[in-house]
Structure formats: structure tokens, C-alpha cells
């Protein structure tokens, strides 16, 4: 015959004992008549209503997200009753739900071998000090006014020294334009070309290559300094740019060449020179953007 095991009795003195002497902190015995739960279920969930005060008054006292101390960042252990029975569980405190409504915007805008901060790039941040970034301010006011008109603003090639700050510009524009709804993809062209032809014979390159030729808003980041090839002049830079023409969808591009310094370098790849291939692009990009340079020191020093 199987033994039957004695369950255990609860000790109710210890439990009253235990509930009244955390009742002893004012501020615990204010937070749990609060809940407006019969102290004869709060009693038996003391240790555990002990522990959801302390997050409560971490939240109450916190001065921003970074700053939170509770066990889940941005999450507050919380008692929640129902039927006598007093459930915990981790809920998103105001100061999340706050940041993920500033933030959300972020998921119109992707980065493909680029630097994620970048998602983080805004106007208010943008040198002032420069006038060479002046007309490109200028553009960017009158871009975003257009394409909210239903327009079909051409993109920009902006073409400068080495850490003008080119891209951060644009990711700034790209965020803005996210913040309205609107999706965009910065790349950097050179890795992703790579990327790209590691996956040649997979679905994946496919999909990526639908993906890059009709989002709405593109950067090429620094184009003119990958390795040319017959392939990404034309089996992949030619057609991306065709589409996008073709469908007036606005593309950016930052590089460190002017069109005419591009042109001679897509002219010439390991097959040899052809002229005619790499003014036929060039002309593409003529189509899709203005051209505006960018001269200035390199912050990134």
C-alpha cells in the first residue's frame, strides 16, 4: 500500500507575524492597501509583495531608463489578484512604454553593414557651425516638404572628403522621413557587395536584392570604393538604378569621388576598360539625384 505523504499545515501565526512586521514601513503598509486585497490573501505573498515594493519604489524614484536598478531593466515586478490568488509578474513601466513609442519610428529605417547608431542620427545634432552643410539643410527642407506632397523629389550624390560627415547627414534625413512613416534601407556599399556575392546562390540573395531596389528611400554609402567588377557594375549597381528610375524612387549616395572621378572608376575592372558601360550609369545617377559636394574637416578625428 503506497504511503501517503502528510502535506505540511501552514503556520498562520508566522504568516500574520511576518505580514504585520513588514506593515511596520509605512510606505509597504501604504503600497499594499493600495492593491485593495483582504490581508488574509496579502499575507500568505509577503516575501514576494516585499520584493514587488522595492521595484515600485525603484520606478517611483527613477530618473530615466538607464538609470533603472530592478531585475529586468525597464520592468517592475508586479502583484496581480484574482479570485484570492495574487499572481507576480514582470510589467513594462512608463518609462519603457515612453521610450518604445520615441523609438519605434527606428523600425521604418534598416542598416545593412553600417553602423546601427546611425538609427539614432538627427538634425538637432548637425554641425551648424559649417555653411558648407548650408544648401544641403536647405535641400533636405525642401525634399521632405515635396515627398509629403505626393511628390517625386530626385535623391542626392553627395560627394566630399573623408569624415565630412556624409552619411551621418543623410541617416539624419532618413530618420526624419521615418518618423512620417516612411521606410528606408542605409547600406554601405562596398561590404554589402561582398555580402551579397557570398550569397549568390541562395534565396537570400534574392530577397535582398528585391528588398534594396524597391524600398522607398535608399542610401549606397561610399560608392566608388569597393573593388569594381563587371558583376556590380552592371549585374548589380545597373539595375538597382534602372528600377528605382524607372519608379522615381528617391536614392542617395555618398562617396568620395566626384561623378566625373566615378565614372573613371567604374569604367575600369579586372576585364578591362569600358566607357560606354560606366557613362551609361553615371547617366542613371544623373537622373536620380543632384549632385552637391561637401568640403570640411573630418570629425571623426
Sequence with gaps: MKKIEKVPEVDLTALIHSFQDACANKDFKKYVEGLNIKDDVLMKYTSNLEDSFLEYQNCKNCKGLKECTNKVLGYCYTPNEKKDIITFSYEACPKLLEDRRENEYKENLACFEISQDLKNASFKDVYKDDKARIPILKYFKEFISEYQ???????????????????????????????????????????????LKAS??????????????????????????????????????????????????????????????????????????DKVKAKRIVERLKQLTLSQDLISINRRD
Excluded at 549606397?220 to 545597373?238: F, P
Excluded at 534602372?242 to 549616395?253: A, D, V
Design 149 to 195: 506632397k505626393g511628390g517625386k523629389p530626385k535623391g542626392l550624390y553627395l560627394h566630399g572628403s573623408f569624415g565630412s560627415g556624409k552619411t551621418y547627414l543623410i541617416a539624419a534625413l532618413f530618420n526624419e522621413m521615418a518618423k512620417k512613416g516612411v521606410r528606408s534601407i542605409l547600406i554601405y556599399y562596398p561590404e554589402f557587395l561582398r555580402k
Design 200 to 273: 549568390f546562390q541562395t534565396n537570400q540573395y534574392g530577397e535582398q536584392f528585391e528588398e534594396i531596389k524597391k524600398i522607398p528611400l535608399l542610401l549606397l554609402d561610399d560608392i566608388g570604393a569597393e573593388n569594381e567588377t563587371n558583376w556590380s557594375r552592371d549585374e548589380v549597381l545597373g539595375p538597382i538604378l534602372q528600377y528605382r528610375m524607372e519608379n522615381h524612387l528617391p536614392t542617395f549616395f555618398t562617396s568620395n569621388l566626384t561623378l566625373e572621378e566615378l565614372e573613371e572608376s567604374l569604367s575600369t575592372t579586372s576585364s578591362g576598360v
